[in-house]
């Protein structure tokens, strides 16, 4: 066997995760997928911009990552707008959830969860993707959910979020292609994070059911894989798609649910 031979066309050379040079920035990343993005980008060499409102929090992780901790809340379009914006990697991940019946569902948590889940993702982005045209080069991950591709029972505000971070991200991949930039999403299933931790809570209160039996009948119900993803298989995800491995990915959703979105 030839061992000197050169790679296939388009195959991405020996330091390929390599991200020196590059800056990312993560929102949500004091707590869960995000922490293990910021942690994930940083290790590859990136320096990360550590978006939350958990001051504390986001401090710690930004020691951690040797980054730097932008603590704002997202649901304040001012103080959205005051972030950087010469990012070259942008990680729309902040979230939160709110569990009750649409009848019952207080309209100041839906219009909240729609600022802090889309229209952040939108100021953010309308503002650093002029950074990344002029690079050349651009990077777009958008944690979705499954709920972005399925609805469920209760989460009205979410799912509406989640479809909504879809067209966005799609409509960026169209945009950002002519200028190497590209968008797309990660769908994962239930994640190991305190948001689901709340959410169990919730969910047991909605359906009159044990904590342990909402974790096993409707967490892990429609999955085949019968156990929780871990934040930091996301976070490889996610740094997959910053790689070049993934430079003709753009406008996709990726599913990390376990089978669900099989059925
Ligand atoms: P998490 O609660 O562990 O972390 C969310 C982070 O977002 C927190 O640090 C929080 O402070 C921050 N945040 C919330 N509101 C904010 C605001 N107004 N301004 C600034 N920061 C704010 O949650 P997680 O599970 O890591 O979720 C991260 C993302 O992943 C969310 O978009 C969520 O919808 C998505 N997701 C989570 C799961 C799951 O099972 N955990 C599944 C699919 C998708």
């Known amino acids: 066997m030839d061992t000197t031979s050169a790679p296939l066309p388009g195959a991405p050379g020996p330091d390929s995760w ?8 993560v929102t949500g990343a004091a707590s869960g997928i995000g922490r293990a993005c910021a942690v994930a980008l940083a290790a590859a060499g990136a320096r990360v911009y550590v978006v939350d409102v958990a001051a504390e929090a986001a401090e710690a992780v930004a020691g951690e990552t040797g980054g ?8 304040d379009p001012v103080a959205v707008d005051s972030l950087p914006d010469d990012a070259d990697i942008v990680v729309n991940n902040a979230g939160l959830q709110h569990v009750a019946p649409l009848h019952e569902f207080p309209p100041e948590r839906f219009t909240l969860i729609q600022r802090v889940m889309v229209e952040a993702p939108f100021r953010i982005l309308r503002r650093t993707l002029p ?9 777009v991950v958008n944690i979705s959910s499954v709920h972005g591709l399925r609805a469920s029972a209760f989460k009205s505000a979410y799912v509406t979020a ?7 991200s799609k409509t960026v991949a169209l945009e950002g292609a002519p200028h190497g930039v ?17 959410q169990v809570a919730a969910q047991a209160a909605a359906h009159g059911i044990g904590e342990d039996e909402v974790v096993e009948r409707i967490m892990l119900d ?15 995800a996610a740094l997959w798609l910053c790689s070049p491995h993934a430079s003709y990915m753009t ?7 376990g ?5």
């Open 251 to 257: 406008g996709t959703s990726l599913p990390l649910d």
């Open 162 to 168: 989640k479809h909504g971070l879809e067209g966005l």
């Open 182 to 198: 590209t968008s797309n999403c990660i769908n994962p299933g239930y994640v190991r994070t305190p948001l689901v931790e709340n």
């Open 68 to 75: 730097t901790a932008h603590v704002v809340d997202l649901s």
């Open 18 to 25: 390599d991200l020196a040079g590059r800056t990312a920035l």
């Open 131 to 139: 950074h990344m045209y002029a690079r050349g080069w651009g990077r």
């Open 222 to 236: 429609r999955t085949a894989i019968k156990r929780l993803i871990e934040p930091a298989e996301v976070a490889e």
């Open 259 to 263: 089978g669900w979105t099989a059925r």
